[in-house]
């Protein structure tokens, strides 16, 4: 069974940094890309960042693009989130999702939520002004 466990969300001031973590299990994980998305109180759930396990290729959405870097760790099947500079825009629950790419990078559908197959629960990240 497939599973996607985020942590590390939590309260933090403007301008501060924190780092998400999503721990992946029960799937072959060289086939899928994992994203992070997030949703803002009252919003849709929108693309943040995303990332090909097999060769590592990332993407940014254009307002994650130099504040925000994903990750991934082999060894201990995680993918992070680090994120920096944050403002309270930035509050939202992020979630990760696994997309089958075949192992190929995500393409043009990267940021659309039919394109994921599996998904977390959430963690809630709030920034205070």
């Known amino acids: 069974e497939a599973r996607l466990v985020e942590s590390g969300g939590g309260l933090v001031q403007a301008g501060g940094s924190l780092r998400l973590a999503c721990a992946l299990s029960g799937f072959n994980f060289d086939n899928y890309a994992i994203g992070w998305f997030r949703q803002a109180p009252g919003k849709g759930r929108r693309g943040v960042s995303c990332i090909n396990w097999r060769d590592g290729a990332t993407h940014y959405a254009d307002f994650a693009e130099g504040r925000f870097a994903i990750s991934r760790d082999n060894a201990i099947n995680t993918v992070y989130l680090q994120m920096s500079n944050l403002t309270p825009e930035d509050t939202a629950i992020y979630f990760c999702?696994?997309?089958?790419?075949?192992?190929?990078?995500?393409?043009?559908?990267?940021?659309?939520?039919?394109?994921?197959?599996?998904w977390g629960t959430g963690t809630q990240v709030t920034v205070s002004s």
């Open positions: 999702a696994a997309a089958f790419t075949g192992g190929h990078p995500p393409g043009r559908t990267r940021w659309a939520e039919s394109t994921y197959d599996y």
